[in-house]
């Protein structure tokens, strides 16, 4: 981890950095999190970096810099950027249909309008590569509301690490309808689970394969991968369900997760990556600086700035979603690999226009502020992500520091 650079310098009140701190105790102190951490960085340079609570309530050992946490849908950005690498290289267009590398969608059908059952149903094309990548495509996600997710859910369709296989579980996805027609709506999904199974035909790789030799390698992000090594479960922190106001439910224990690097049979493109600040730093700072870092250019710069904008006619709000997302819908587009800012003031959160983050399941959390060219990661380990207000709290907390 590089050293803390003095937050006056960079355009921070030290004080105010310190109300990070104390509202992440709190959150401690009142049962609501085992623990947490976070790091903020302006131009690249860490300003600020904080750790409480425990990683595991059992033998609490503390929640620390370098612990390991399940990133979760965090995993979606670099997935999207290893779409994004191999579209540079003229291997498809973006309006692709995924049924032309994936034949088990080439006869796909979408639920009516109203339907009530799984077999109301009419024709449809493919979803394409932009639309699975935006989450316009028609497939959605076991835990949102509706009829389709449902069916998800009877189906056992999840791409958890031990679920018995991507490939396997993509041709299950398949064989459902999908929630509407592609492109006419707006559905958190699977979708980028799918196109990790589109990196691996068409690299001919694994994706590990493909995430160590062009992503994590190249930025010496040693600590991220799809499961966690015996010799790294030391630092692995406990993962927790909410379970009211001030009780949190064991749901995967460092010691029998299913995170474990020997366990692990399915390499989830939205959702397998476990990471430390250190590691996730790195990805951001690639992503702020426009494909490039330390002298290393992993991307274009344009298509950076291709992903960073909003991909949508509007903003989500506008595409009448009524599932799950990891941000607010008005005044929120989406790029590829994350949201994106339209309007501060519509999405009642304090940020600037532009603002590229995700989150994951687990509550965790990331921005980039092309403005104020800010980078910002939390880490803590609480299913499901809407149980606080977290992120919207902590950038109201980092936005107050600024000074310059």
């Known amino acids: 981890m590089q050293a803390i650079t003095d937050p006056d310098r960079l355009g921070f009140d030290a004080g105010r950095l310190k109300n990070i701190d104390s509202w992440m105790q709190r959150y401690v102190d009142e049962g609501k999190l085992a623990g947490s951490s976070v790091l903020v960085a302006r131009h690249g340079e860490i300003t600020h970096l904080a750790a409480c609570g425990k990683r595991s309530l059992a033998t609490q050992l503390p929640f620390e810099i370098d612990t390991l946490v399940r990133i979760y849908s965090m995993t979606k950005p670099i997935t999207s950027l290893a779409v994004m690498m191999l579209h540079e290289q003229g291997l498809f267009n973006l309006d692709a249909p995924i049924d032309a590398f994936l034949p088990e969608f080439s006869h796909c059908h979408a639920l009516v309008s109203g339907a009530t059952s799984l077999e109301q149903c009419e024709p449809s094309p493919a979803p394409t590569v932009h639309q699975l990548l935006t989450h316009t495509s028609g497939l959605t996600y076991s835990f949102n509301p509706g009829l389709l997710a449902s069916g998800y859910l009877e189906n056992k369709i999840e791409f958890y690490s ?3 296989g ?3 579980m993509a041709k299950k996805v398949a064989k459902m309808p999908l929630a509407f027609q592609p492109g006419t709506g707006w559905e958190y999904s699977v979708g980028i ?11 001919g790789k694994t994706l590990n394969e493909f995430f160590l030799e062009n992503i994590l390698g190249p930025l010496r992000m040693d600590d991220t991968g799809f499961g966690v090594p015996k010799s790294k479960l ?7 369900n909410y ?5 949190l439910e064991l749901r995967d224990s460092a010691e029998n997760s299913i995170f474990q690097q020997d366990r692990v049979n399915t390499l989830s493109g939205g959702g397998g990556l476990v990471s430390t600040l250190a590691d996730y730093l790195k990805f951001t700072e690639l992503v702020r600086q426009g494909g490039a870092v330390n002298g290393m250019s992993l991307i274009s710069p344009r298509t950076l700035n291709f992903m960073r904008q909003n991909h949508l006619p509007g ?9 799950f997302a990891e941000q607010p819908m008005e005044g929120m587009g989406f790029g590829i690999g994350g949201s994106i800012v339209l309007d501060p003031a519509r999405t009642r959160t304090l940020g600037s226009v532009g603002d590229y983050s995700w989150g994951g399941l687990a509550s965790t959390f990331f921005w980039l502020d092309p403005v104020e060219q800010l980078s910002v990661i939390f880490f803590t380990q609480l299913i499901p992500s809407s149980s606080y207000a977290c992120r919207a709290e902590l950038k109201a907390l980092v936005h107050a520091a600024l000074t310059n």
Request: proline letters at 3%; one cysteine or more.
């Open 234 to 240: 030391n630092r692995f922190a406990d993962c927790f």
């Open 166 to 168: 991507h490939r396997q």
């Open 193 to 203: 689970d799918i196109l990790g199974v589109l990196v691996e035909v068409i690299s």
């Open 162 to 164: 031990d679920a018995g």
């Open 243 to 247: 379970h009211g106001e001030t009780s």
């Open 315 to 323: 903003d989500i709000a506008s595409m009448g979603p009524k599932s």
